[in-house]
């Protein structure tokens, strides 16, 4: 693949990639409902397996060869909800059990996209 050939395409790339995945982030969780959430904080239900399976591919498959994802954060999160979703925003910033649920969250993704873990992976390296 050109990506691990290029290390200066690879910089530019991994640029903008939190940019994209910000906007797909966007689209995703302004279809969450609030309610939906909710009960996802309640319930302690994993983030990561309530995204899309072809978006957690793509998390996979494309933040090791760009470089260190040091961008997911809560507020990246957080920012991504604002404005498709204020509602879901607010439950993050709000409400402390929220806000330590996302972070729990963001870890695990972390930790899933360095290990290259999706639910459906024919073979997870």
């Not at 640029?15 to 969450?32: T, W």
């Not at 957690?56 to 498709?84: H, N, Q």
């Not at 409400?95 to 459906?120: C, F, H, M, N, T």
């Amino acid at each position: 693949m050109v990506f691990d050939n290029i290390p200066l395409l690879q910089g530019l790339v991994g640029q903008y990639v939190p940019r994209i995945i910000k906007g797909a982030m966007r689209e995703y969780l302004g279809e969450v409902k609030f309610a939906a959430a909710l009960d996802w904080v309640k319930s302690d239900k994993s983030l990561w397996e309530a995204l899309p399976e072809n978006s957690r591919k793509a998390f996979c498959d494309f933040a090791p060869k760009l470089g260190p994802v040091d961008w997911l954060t809560c507020e990246w999160v957080i920012d991504a909800a604002r404005e498709s979703n204020p509602g879901l925003s607010s439950l993050f910033c709000g409400w402390p059990e929220g806000q330590v649920w996302l972070e729990r969250q963001i870890i695990d993704i972390k930790s899933k996209i360095k290990g290259g873990e999706y639910a459906g992976a024919e073979n997870n390296s």
